[in-house]
């Protein structure tokens, strides 16, 4: 009794499906087989012309497996037992012509297969990414940019086995059952039913089974993301881990989230390993029935030996898809959680969208304010501003300083419309942001980060991103104005020097200046300056300072910077503190109040002298 149970129990752990254990990336909610089909289908329709002939082709496939074997028969039966020997060049001759339109169907099913397998790929992605850039900064705050990643490269490709090559197989199993099935039945009916009891059987093991690998499979699919969010956290910052001597730790990570995901695919494969033998085993039962039955009736003359051989191969040909289904279940699973997870991407609605009725925005004066706006960011527990108001015109310098976190640079993500206010309005010219179209809102603002963002690829392509179609006139010009066109000559390729990723061939003053280039190329009536000069010694920030004032000339300029000594000529300044503006003037107004201004002012930088806005 108690071997009983243990084997019960042992059996019962193999047979266990993968659990959902802690990791850095949830499930994504679970979505119907059919409703897959449905979402997906349009990538497909521009080929469901070719759709006609792959069926064809994986329908011919079975068809000429069929005729083949039943050469065996006539070769036996109509040749070897009568010693008919003249018919054998015959059945050699179609023998061959058969392998060889075989090799034919073979090469176009998988090449037509594969050709619309990968248009699918390549128009869902495509779609994806589009998608992927229309969503707000809320989304990729949130998300892990490992995980994103690894859905638009693994999760996109696993659609498309469930959508295409994995109906294929399926399709094929269905041609190869039926025609199987109905060569048993041509061949001996009373045979073939007898042939035909396991079927339940194996129906009630693939149900069972079925439901456990689907359990791994998302598991398994889970953990790839997060493979992807911790490889790519921990890579991309691979001087903080090594400065910090955290490899050890870093690799401890990386490696649990693998163990994790291996833990899932050694469920699916052990669920499918174990799938294997048993239907081995049901189709063994019904090969030794038809055998007993099949002798039986040869005994009494109602079959021949031929027809025999040939009933029993057409059997292992019918148990064949049967087996096949435990590898497409696993890979159709699979493919559901991957496709599971681009849908809940797909879903996801950009939480700042343009009105139908939007307007560009024509006569560009160059005014931004703040109308008591207050925001709130999603799953944030405090508000990060509250009731604020300024206004900037053109020529004019509106500097926000105040502590770490008071909201400063969540001002100017306002002011791109990255987040909408939860109450009150941001406008530009006069126009409530919401009203505008956000491709010429953005137009209209030109932002400069503390981390300079440059691309790898040539200087001249980098300050062109601000102006698409820059003439090379237009990017010197530009440059000149940055005071960069002399460090870019110096280069050695001039214009045409490549910067490396993230601009790592130039100084931080370098970038800075290209960034003010491209800035300067694109000529927006509204500057917004995020620590301009944090990073920079005070040579660089002196030589990003002269053509940073080029630029800020005439527009409407916000600069936010935790440096009190860069804003003092500042229009107005005003002092942001947990949210609230607390304090606003001139940097005499400020200082003469001797609220949290002078004293942020004298504590930091009591005897600084330099300066933003130059004479
Ligand atoms: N994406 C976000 N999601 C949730 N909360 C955020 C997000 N970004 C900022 N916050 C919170 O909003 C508040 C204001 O942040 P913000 O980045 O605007 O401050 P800041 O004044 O620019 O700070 P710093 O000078 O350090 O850059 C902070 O409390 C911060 O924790």
Redesign the pocket.
């Given at each position: 009794m108690r071997l009983v149970k243990g084997l019960r129990e042992a059996f019962r752990r193999l047979v266990a499906g993968a659990g959902e254990g802690e990791s850095v990336v949830a499930a994504a909610p679970v979505v119907p087989v059919g409703e897959v089909f449905r979402r997906f289908w349009p990538h497909a329709r521009p080929y469901r012309r070719w759709l006609p002939l792959v069926l064809f082709f994986v329908a011919l496939g079975p068809a000429i497996e069929a005729a083949t074997i039943w050469m065996y028969k006539i070769l036996v039966d109509e040749v070897l037992v009568p010693r008919d020997f003249g018919l054998l060049i015959w059945v050699l001759l179609a023998y061959a012509g058969l392998q060889l339109a075989e090799g034919i169907v073979t090469f176009c099913d998988e090449y037509l297969s594969d050709w619309v397998g990968g248009r699918f790929i390549v128009s869902l992605r495509t779609e994806f990414f589009a998608h992927l850039h229309k969503l707000s900064?809320?989304f990729f705050?949130?998300e892990r940019l490992g995980d994103v990643m690894s859905r638009v490269t693994d999760d996109v490709e696993e659609i498309e086995d469930l959508m295409l090559s994995g109906m294929a197989s399926a399709i094929s199993y269905v041609f190869q059952l039926l025609f199987f099935t109905a060569a048993l039945f041509y061949l001996n009916w009373q045979l073939a039913l007898v042939s035909l009891f396991v079927v339940p059987l194996f129906w009630l093991t693939a149900r069972h089974f079925s439901r456990k690998i689907k359990t791994a499979a998302r598991e398994e699919r889970r953990r790839s993301g997060s493979i992807g969010a911790v490889a790519e956290e921990s890579l991309s910052n691979a001087a903080l881990v090594q400065a910090y001597n955290r490899q050890e730790e870093e690799v401890a990570r990386f490696h649990r989230e693998n163990e994790g995901s291996f833990r899932a695919q050694m469920a699916a494969t052990r669920l499918g390993s174990l799938f294997a033998p048993l239907i081995n085993m049901i189709e063994l039962a019904g090969v030794i029935v038809v055998i007993a039955f099949g002798a039986y009736q040869l005994s009494q003359g109602r079959l021949t030996i031929g027809g025999l051989l040939v009933f029993m191969v057409f059997l292992g040909q019918l148990y064949s898809p049967i087996r096949g289904i435990s590898s497409l279940l696993t890979s159709f699973y699979s493919a559901s959680a991957g496709a599971e997870r681009i849908i809940e991407f797909l879903d996801e609605e950009p939480s700042v969208t343009e009105r139908e009725d939007a307007v560009e925005l024509r006569a560009k004066e160059g005014r931004v304010e703040f109308d008591a706006v207050s925001f709130r960011?999603?799953?944030?527990r405090?508000p990060?501003?509250e009731d604020v108001s300024f206004s900037v015109g053109p020529g004019e310098t509106l500097a926000?300083v105040?502590?770490?976190?008071?909201?400063?640079?969540?001002?100017?993500?306002m002011m791109l419309r990255f987040y909408d206010p939860d109450s009150g309005s941001v406008r530009l010219d006069g126009h409530d942001l919401r009203t505008l179209t956000l491709r010429s809102l953005r137009e209209n603002v030109a932002l400069l980060l503390q981390e300079t963002l440059v691309f790898d690829g040539t200087v001249r392509e980098n300050i062109a991103y601000g102006k698409p179609g820059a003439t090379d006139d237009e990017v010197e010009a530009a440059a000149k104005a940055a005071d960069a066109n002399d460090f870019i000559r110096a280069l050695p390729e001039g214009y045409d020097t490549s910067v490396g990723q993230k601009g790592r061939l130039l100084s931080g003053g370098q970038r800075q200046r290209i960034a003010i280039a491209r800035a300067m190329i694109r000529d927006a009536g509204v500057l917004v300056l995020?620590?301009p000069t944090t990073g920079l010694d005070a040579e660089s920030s002196e030589k990003v300072m002269r053509p940073l004032r080029r630029l800020m000339s005439g527009r409407a300029t916000v600069v936010?910077s935790?440096n009190l000594m860069t804003v003092r000529e500042a229009t107005e300044i005003v002092v942001?503190e947990d949210?609230r503006a607390t304090e606003r003037g001139s940097h005499a107004d400020l200082l003469e109040r001797e609220g949290s201004y002078a004293r942020l002012y004298k504590l930091h930088h009591p005897d600084a002298t330099e300066r933003l806005v130059g004479p």
């Open positions: 900064l809320a705050d949130r960011y999603p799953d944030a405090k990060a501003l926000l105040g502590p770490s976190g008071a909201g400063k640079s969540t001002v100017a993500k995020d620590e936010i935790h942001l949210g």
